[in-house]
């Protein structure tokens, strides 16, 4: 890997995007926030505008629901920390268009060749009972595996619960 990658999981409301945003400033590099969210209702803008006001002028706002190796490729360099939430939310929007096999592909193969520290934000799904419907099991497994391969493409992983970073693979352990 050309760039640092860090993953950092955990459940709704965990803490996970204010741990991730810090990260991204402490980095002392120029704060690009990749939105992979789109505002269908009303709970969902404030959502988004609860997160844009944590963060101050000096982030710069891509947002893109579907093409984010694309998006990563663009935005990449050296002297940047590219910060991406949520993959979850991203994973949704590709299954919705049907375009998870390639789009999951794609950001596999980018995300090694990229220059500049990645922070990828997901939520872990996975913790709780088996699913319903085939939609939602779907969902879950595909978040799993995703999760798996970018554990083992990134130099740094945290999950975080209660507001609390638990860190499951660190630089040095690379």
């Not at 947002?63 to 920390?81: I, Y």
């Not at 939430?85 to 980018?110: F, G, I, K, M």
Request: aromatic share 4%; glycine share 8%; charged share 20%.
């Amino acid at each position: 890997m050309n760039g640092f990658c860090e993953l950092i999981l955990g459940g709704a409301r965990s803490g996970k995007s204010a741990l991730a945003e810090q990260r991204a400033q402490d980095s002392g590099l120029e704060c690009v926030y990749v939105a992979t969210a789109t505002a269908g209702d009303g709970e969902m803008r404030a959502r988004i505008a609860h997160h844009r006001q944590r963060r101050d002028s000096s982030w710069a706002l891509v947002e893109e629901p579907v093409s984010l190796a694309d998006a990563l490729l663009q935005q990449q360099g050296s002297e940047r920390c590219i910060l991406v939430d949520c993959l979850t939310l991203w994973l949704s929007n590709c299954l919705h268009q049907q375009c998870w096999p390639r789009e999951r592909a794609r950001l596999l193969e980018v995300l090694p060749t990229l220059s500049g520290h990645i922070i990828l934000v997901s939520n872990e799904t996975g913790l709780g009972v088996v699913p319903m419907g085939e939609l939602s099991r779907q969902f879950v497994d595909e978040a799993g595996f995703l999760h798996q391969r970018l554990a083992a493409l990134c130099q740094q992983v945290t999950l975080t619960v209660a507001g609390l970073p638990l860190s499951l693979k660190s630089p040095r352990e690379v």
